[in-house]
């Protein structure tokens, strides 16, 4: 069984910073692409960044230059460090890795809220 558990949201002030973790564990093999989404109220699930095995990233044009992503691969653990947030980052932040056990498959975490207000 594979679990992934995001930490780290939060209330924060517009222009202010937060890192999110997002834990792997059970029978893992490997792990391939994992990535960052988030949902805000009434809107669709949005694609924000992704990293794979070798570290190579790819940003969604709304966080570029804010968001960073990062993986260590001997903790199987995924990061988000979010700088100058806004409001309209406002959501809950999930993250998602394609998962080798016995077979190869995406798994989801459970998401954590994230609201920046003053």
């Known amino acids: 069984q594979v679990q992934l558990v995001e930490s780290g949201g939060g209330l924060v002030q517009p222009g202010g910073s937060l890192r999110l973790s997002c834990a792997a564990s059970g029978s893992i093999s490997s792990i391939n692409v994992m990535g960052w989404y988030r949902q805000a109220p009434g809107k669709e699930r949005e694609w924000l960044a992704s990293i794979d095995s070798g570290g190579g990233t790819n940003y969604a044009s709304s966080v570029t230059g804010r968001f960073t992503i990062s993986r260590d691969n001997a903790k199987n653990t995924l990061y988000l460090q979010m700088n100058s947030l806004k409001p309209e980052d406002t959501a809950v932040y999930y993250c998602?890795?394609?998962?080798?056990?016995?077979?190869?498959?995406?798994?989801w975490g459970q998401g954590t809220q994230v609201t920046v207000s003053s």
């Open positions: 998602n890795a394609w998962i080798t056990t016995t077979t190869r498959r995406g798994y």
